[in-house]
């Protein structure tokens, strides 16, 4: 008998395999009563969850009391297809006590004798074992408008191997759960960081010509000042010659920032003849030119501990003795911020490149803290919310490729 590569230890019977319908009951419950009007959808990402919060709009017919109505605890079957879930998605309702689900919806329940550990059927459906036994129920001209053309009975005709020890489906099932609990924190935390930083770029910087900031450091009082961006920034012309490879050209990404190319993309883009590209070093300022959806203006980032060459299309700067370079980055670290500087200096016309001279970059003004030591403070405190971001988010996506992992090898 066929047991997956990696189990608990402790447990040696044999995996079985095990009817669907053997283990749970179709649900045909209809909200007749209105005990619901929670409309829910399938999400392969969050699971079951309400309409409004997913679509931003509810989806549903305003009379649901002909919809099925699903309890906590029980799953259900979204035969629509989509790109993350090629046959479909199967979650169990966790968020809410109960919500509402169109017919075309397969909803279940798990038999009251409990045949299967409900935790171990929801990690289950979290790997893609099922969809082989989809695949051969699913009718001749299957996708109809992205919907699988599948019979309730033949659903639950679909079968599945589990063990036949419940506490080693138990054991499993737990795991699952505690993993994905991780996941879900550090996610949150991850979004809770971004949130504050947001929030602390408005906060920490002048706004609508105020002089000062909302929330400043301890011991700073003096007036910011307005000044051009020439006056803490010069422009880098300094080109490579024979000193850097194409080992050492970096890409400028609006997530990772200044990065490595063949790292970052695989492989160098750049041409036989690189001796016009640009040097930069750590704390050069560098504006890309190439708009984004969310940065129609370009990206603007710090160069960090990664040092190498650019391409001569960049804007690459030094900053001037006497100013922080992650101060000056802070200054532009948000869309709304390299917008509101960038909108009135590109000329009209610009498309995949900002139509912006060396000298029309620099003309536009910034706020400043005064002292050194101010802009220092702020931009190590960004800096250190940028770690944490990047730390939780390594976290999370660690513990998502560990899920993957175990997934692929804890079933069969």
């Known amino acids: 008998m066929e047991n997956p590569k990696i189990r608990f230890k402790g447990f040696t019977k044999d995996w079985e395999q095990r009817k669907l319908g053997d283990l749970v009951d179709r649900v045909t419950r209809k909200n007749q009563d209105l005990v619901s009007e929670l409309p829910l959808t399938i999400s392969a990402q969050y699971g079951l969850i ?12 305003k009379d649901v009391s002909g919809y099925y109505l699903i309890e906590n605890g029980e799953f259900a079957y ?20 109960n919500g509402v689900l169109s017919t075309l919806y397969i909803v279940f329940g798990i ?31 299957a996708r109809n408008h992205g919907l699988l053309n599948i019979a309730p009975a033949d659903f639950f005709e679909t079968r ?37 930083k947001k929030y602390m770029l408005q906060k920490m910087f002048p706004q609508n010509g105020a002089k000062v900031p909302e929330i400043r450091f301890n011991g700073f009082t003096h007036d910011w000042e307005q000044r051009k961006l020439s006056d803490v920034l010069d422009i880098v012309t300094k080109r490579n ?3 850097y490879g194409k080992e050492e050209v ?26 016009n590209y640009k040097i930069v070093d750590t704390g050069d300022i560098i504006y890309t030119r190439s708009p984004l959806k969310s940065k129609p203006y370009g990206i603007i980032k710090v160069v960090g501990d990664e040092i190498g060459i650019v391409s001569p299309l960049y804007i690459v700067n030094k900053v001037k003795e006497g100013n922080n370079s992650q101060f000056i980055y802070r200054v532009f670290d948000s869309p709304e911020k390299t917008n509101k500087y960038l909108s009135p200096l590109v000329r009209k016309g610009a498309k995949n490149t900002m139509n912006i001279s060396n000298d029309e970059w620099l003309s536009g003004k910034i706020d400043v803290a005064p002292s050194y030591e101010e802009q220092y403070q702020i931009g190590l405190y960004f800096d250190h919310l940028d770690n944490l971001i990047t730390l939780h988010q390594r976290q999370c996506d660690e513990l998502k490729k560990m899920k993957k992992y175990m997934l692929q090898n804890m079933f069969i």
């Open 241 to 243: 010659g024979e000193k």
């Open 160 to 196: 599945l191997m589990i063990p036949q020890d419940i506490e080693e489906q138990k054991k499993i099932g737990k795991y699952f759960i505690e993993l994905e609990a991780l996941i879900t924190l550090h996610q949150r935390k991850c979004e809770q960081t971004k949130n504050l």
């Open 250 to 275: 970096l890409s400028v990404s609006d997530e990772y920032g200044c990065i490595n190319q063949i790292k970052f993309q695989g492989r160098s883009f750049a041409g036989e003849d690189i001796s």
């Open 50 to 61: 309400d309409q409004n919060e997913f679509f931003d709009k509810r989806v549903a017919s």
């Open 78 to 97: 979204n035969k629509s297809t989509s790109t993350d879930a090629p046959w479909g998605a199967i979650k169990r309702l966790d968020r809410y006590e």
């Open 111 to 141: 038999k009251e004798n409990n045949p299967v550990d409900s935790d171990f059927l929801v990690s289950y459906y979290s790997t893609n074992l099922w969809h082989k036994g989809i695949h051969e129920i699913a009718a001749e001209g």
